[in-house]
């Protein structure tokens, strides 16, 4: 089952609600991101509408005068669809499309447009279609006349409700689905315990350069794309280092501020690359004015899937960008042992593979062993 799709180009007003303790340019930097998710799902974005409230309306997420606003919006924009970066429960999403008459989306419907489209491999197109049943049995809102008959003291209802009757498909669907990641997950731990190479695994904020970094440091011709999320599968190259030593490094999907918690829950089974490596390479845009946020994301993420305790070096990717030098300067005193590279021109792998290198000795058992040293 897949969401919905269209084959004609969408155009999406934008919408945020900023929370009063929200940092204006936090907000306006997701905004910018939206904008950007939308583009890589081929929408296009005609508008944007924004309001600051103190907590985000139960109801409609916005004010009933905002909706009013948003509608004459939409309509000057010959909009067809609205993009919210806020979350909306079931409740908000139908009646936003009530008071609307378009189709109302947010942040997490984007990006599963855009990893259905970006799936390749079985696992991830697995991992794909869980996230979007556990996504639309979410959004289907529960009517008063589908609420399950309430009996009185020491009665019982008549048993499940219409609502729980209409998603049993999808229930039964989404357990298949996790019985095949969970035997997805089983086969990649076995074969976790008869590699002979260490396993440095690529992780970092979405379109940081992580496919590129891959390429260059292993020769590699993996998909590059300058848009979010242009990767999903899990890549694995072999990468040599000094002294005949080879790791095997692997890069897999990006992590993104508001990263949707049942997103990290479906795709655990091409996380868990991160969190059974040995050593993570932590990339991020040297060049973006926010980067110490990105850092910060990632860093958060990396807890959420348990990973949060593998050895790490930070890399900061595209040092040699004109607009980098403030956010280098930036970093240089809560990140001082951060390698600034650039995988474009090379600048710095050399370095970046010692830190490697040392770091393995310091803290990878694999490492000693004599089949780490083996050469072809």
Not at 1 to 21: D, F, N, S, W, Y
Not at 32 to 51: C, S
Not at 210 to 237: I, W
Not at 287 to 305: A, K
């Amino acid at each position: 089952m897949k969401l919905h799709e269209t084959t004609t180009v969408e155009r999406v007003v934008l919408a945020q609600v900023i929370e009063a303790r929200r940092d204006p340019d936090e907000a306006a930097e997701s905004l910018a991101e939206l904008a950007r998710l939308a583009d890589t799902a081929g929408i296009r974005v005609a508008g944007q509408v924004t309001q600051r409230r103190l907590r985000p309306d139960g109801g409609t997420l916005f004010g009933q005068g905002k909706v009013g606003e948003l509608h004459e919006a939409l309509q000057a924009a010959a909009a067809n669809a609205v993009l919210f970066d806020n979350p909306l429960s079931a409740t908000q999403a139908h009646n936003l499309g009530k008071a609307l008459g378009v189709r109302v989306m947010d942040r997490t419907e984007v990006i599963l447009q855009i990893f259905a489209r970006r799936a390749r491999s079985a696992e991830a197109q697995i991992q794909v279609e869980l996230a979007q049943l556990q996504f639309l049995m979410s959004r289907i809102p529960e009517t008063e006349e589908q609420q399950r008959f309430k009996g009185g003291i020491g009665m019982k209802g008549p048993g499940e409700s219409h609502l729980q009757l209409r998603n049993a498909p999808m229930r039964r669907r989404v357990l298949e689905l996790q019985k095949r990641i969970a035997s997805i997950q089983a086969q990649a731990a076995r074969m976790r315990q008869k590699r002979q190479w260490p396993v440095v695994s690529l992780v970092g904020y979405t379109n940081a350069g992580k496919s590129t970094l891959l390429n260059a440091l292993s020769r590699a011709d993996a998909y590059v794309d300058d848009r979010l999320f242009a990767t999903l599968d899990t890549k694995t190259r072999l990468l040599w280092l000094g002294s005949g030593r080879k790791v095997m490094l692997t890069d897999t999907v990006g992590f993104i501020r508001n990263l949707p918690h049942g997103l990290v829950a479906s795709f655990r089974s091409t996380l868990d690359v991160a969190v059974n490596a040995d050593l993570l390479l932590i990339v991020v845009d040297a060049s973006h004015p926010r980067v110490s946020d990105h850092l910060e994301i990632c860093r958060r993420t990396l807890d959420e899937i348990g990973a949060s305790n593998v050895p790490s070096l930070v890399v900061l990717n595209k040092c040699d960008a004109g607009d980098a030098q403030e956010p280098l300067a930036h970093l240089a005193g809560p990140e001082p042992q951060a390698i600034p590279v650039s995988a474009k021109t090379g600048y710095g792998l050399d370095t970046l593979k010692t830190a490697i290198t040392e770091e393995l000795k310091r803290c990878c058992t694999l490492w000693q062993l004599p089949s780490a040293t083996s050469a072809i």
